[in-house]
T-cell receptor, first 113, second 114 residues
Framework: QKEVEQNSGPLSVPEGAIASLNCTYS??????FFWYRQYSGKSPELIMF????GDKEDGRFTAQLNKASQYVSLLIRDSQPSDSATYLC?????????????FGAGTRLAVHP | DVKVTQSSRYLVKRTGEKVFLECVQD?????MFWYRQDPGLGLRLIYF???????EKGDIPEGYSVSREKKERFSLILESASTNQTSMYLC?????????????FGQGTRLTVV
């Protein structure tokens, strides 16, 4: 099992709809979770982080965390074409004996007008 | 604003050349990372460093080495470039001993080895 798993997509949603992006992780000891957005040809930028079980909202973005199920999701409300990007989930974990930030492969989101 | 700067956006090198990719951060971060990103494979960690002169292998260190002589600078070295090292290379930095902090990325270097 991969340490951080995401559906590669593409996830295609119409403009104005809710986009739901999912991520599962294997390390039960993980405490914080990051969502990065990466536009084509650009570097990743942080858009959300969450530490506690439940929901965290920031504008049109909501992160949902369920530690018991080892599941974190990102909801984008009122999706816009400018949201079209790859979304990377990242989880701090221990790999090879060292603490490091472990990224999923990313989900490509396409918002069509 | 945190700034992570990579020395080149695009590089074209020949097979067998020694290649240096430079990364500088201006926020006094302890941790620095080199990733490569390939379609369908996501971000793969090559090397990281949590202090000056300290380095640790990531998931795919073969064919690479690194140098961190100063806290703000982390260099990735391709000892003898090969075509399978054609990729997007991303440098990142983060604060503190824990990984529970945001990683800030440079703009990326797209390396082509011919």
């Amino acid at each position: 099992q991969k340490e951080v798993e995401q559906n590669s997509g593409p996830l295609s949603v119409p403009e104005g709809a809710i986009a739901s992006l999912n991520c599962t992780y294997s390390d039960r000891g993980s405490q914080s979770f990051f969502w990065y957005r990466q536009y084509s040809g650009k570097s990743p930028e942080l858009i959300m982080f969450i530490y506690s079980n439940g929901d965290k909202e920031d504008g049109r973005f909501t992160a949902q965390l369920n530690k018991a199920s080892q599941y974190v999701s990102l909801l984008i409300r009122d999706s816009q074409p400018s949201d079209s990007a790859t979304y990377l989930c990242a989880v701090p974990g221990v790999s090879g004996g060292y603490n490091k930030l472990i990224f999923g492969a990313g989900t490509r989101l396409a918002v069509h007008p | 604003d945190v700034k992570v700067t990579q020395s080149s956006r695009y590089l074209v090198k020949r097979t067998g050349e020694k290649v240096f990719l430079e990364c500088v951060q201006d926020m006094d971060h302890e941790n620095m990372f080199w990733y490569r990103q390939d379609p369908g494979l996501g971000l793969r960690l090559i090397y990281f460093s949590y202090d000056v002169k300290m380095k640790e292998k990531g998931d795919i260190p073969e064919g690479y080495s690194v140098s961190r002589e100063k806290k703000e600078r982390f260099s990735l070295i391709l000892e003898s470039a090969s075509t399978n090292q054609t990729s997007m290379y991303l440098c990142a930095s983060s604060l503190g001993q824990s990984m529970n902090t945001e990683a800030f990325f440079g703009q990326g270097t797209r390396l082509t080895v011919v």
